[in-house]
């Protein structure tokens, strides 16, 4: 057993670690996560971004300017980035499940959000239930006048491969396979693309 009192009177420092943070330390490393991970989904962002490459542990390159993509794909060892990231994450996937698309806009706008109101002395001061009732109100809005805007998609029209074709940062050739597949299986399915070991373009219809 070492004697604590004795290191002490010999004048070496001990280094006690916790899983403890003050206000501040937290802030900062939020913001500090938030920073790394906004700087590779910036240059993904809307129809002209470009694409990001990744690689993985096995060594293996990854191409691909999906946002959710990029974010699952980014690691910490730090517990506080670690659990933000996490955090990001799950929001990231929820919202490519429901949606389909939009992730990385809506996870740079939520963090322009935080970075806005951290820094803002008199939002200290609004207990966090009463924001939380704020930002669902705001959301309620919001959600009201996009569907008063929203134009309906015609699956058996050339929408669905517009549309595509801006996810896939202007690849037609692969958004017309997309469309085609909505046209045969409906709107309810989800599409996964992988990079095939042949020449042509296929795919496989796969059942729940």
Known sequence: MVNMFSLLKKGLSIMIRNNV???KELQESILDTLNIIKTPLVSTLGPFGTNSIIQDGSMRHIITKDGYTVIKNIFFTDDIPRTIHEFIKRISRNLVMTVGDGSTSSVLVAMKLYESLIGNYNFRKIPPRLFLEYLNTIAKNL???LLKNAI???????DIQRIA???????YQTAKLIADIFKEVGKHCKVNIEIGRGTEDTY?????
């Open 204 to 208: 496989e219809r796969k059942t729940a």
């Open 165 to 171: 074709a801006i996810s896939l940062n202007n690849d």
């Open 21 to 23: 943070y003050t206000e």
């Open 152 to 158: 309906q998609v015609d699956f058996n029209s050339d």
């Open 143 to 145: 959600e009201k006048i």
